[in-house]
């Protein structure tokens, strides 16, 4: 079960992409094994050398009953140090963020794709959905 970020490619130059494990409890496991989750609106940040995922919206299990978890809590992502380093001081220069991209199950334990991104501007998006539309029509590629 694979959970994409669609807008990120749309509003994000993707610089480069690492994958990182996710701290989880059983019921959220679960719940992303049924493809219960959104990474729609979800963000990484970095606190106290600890790489956390922010706003990423796993659905209660069904089953759970009272050990369920919070749909929206803080999950703490599985990086070594040095990688935790390199993306801090990647995330300190202007106008980068780390943006999850894909949520999956690798060999059963659950997978985070991050990006290292840069902001479109208007332009580009206009740009975007130029190409996008060229090549589902069939038009001549300009570049």
């Known amino acids: ?28 496991i679960k719940a992303i094994r049924k493809g219960s989750a959104n990474i729609k609106d979800s963000y990484i940040r970095i606190k ?16 759970g009953n009272n050990f369920n978890h919070e749909p929206t809590r803080e999950r703490k992502l599985l990086l070594h140090k040095k990688e935790i380093k390199k993306l801090y001081e990647e995330v300190k220069q202007e106008g980068v963020t780390l943006i999850p991209l894909k949520l999956y199950i690798s060999n059963s334990h659950a997978k985070i794709l991050i990006g290292v991104c840069k902001g479109k501007k208007l332009y580009d998006k206009r740009e975007t959905i130029k190409k996008r539309d060229l090549a589902r029509t069939g038009g001549l590629d300009y570049e």
């Open 48 to 63: 106290n050398n600890e790489v956390f995922l922010i706003n990423t919206y796993i659905e209660k299990y069904e089953q």
């Open 1 to 28: 079960m694979e959970i994409k970020n669609k807008k990120a490619y749309f509003n994000y130059f993707v610089v480069r992409e690492i994958e990182a494990g996710i701290v989880l409890k059983g019921s959220e």
